[in-house]
């Protein structure tokens, strides 16, 4: 869970607003019952002060990407959209490398 539920007003980078805190609860109900327990899984991982999440835009409603996207930062120059940090992707996959700050059972506390 983010703070951020709009689009517009939400940072392109964590590190803009160090104050954010999120939640994020593993969810393992596409294992069998019984396989996997999220409080084991997690364990030990509090002794790490990052972690890697690998996520996808999955409110993107674009059906298409386009190859070159204008980034605000270049003033509407197009460039190549692996160049850039847009959502608008063909596999919209998403890569963020955020702060632990605590384990509490199933869920991350992230900054």
Known sequence: R????????TPRQGCVVP???AKLRLCLAA??????NASHALEGL???????LLWLF???????AKSKVRPPRLDG?????YSTR??????RVGLSLV??????GDTLHLS
């Open 86 to 91: 847009t959502p608008h992707r063909p596999n």
């Open 31 to 36: 294992h069998p019952p019984g396989t996997l």
């Open 99 to 104: 702060r632990l700050l605590a384990v509490e």
């Open 77 to 81: 120059a197009k460039t190549g959209l």
């Open 19 to 21: 104050s954010a805190r």
């Open 46 to 52: 509090g002794a790490f002060s990052h972690v890697w």
């Open 58 to 64: 999955d409110r993107d409603s674009r059906s298409a």
């Open 2 to 9: 983010s703070p951020f539920v709009e689009k517009n007003g």
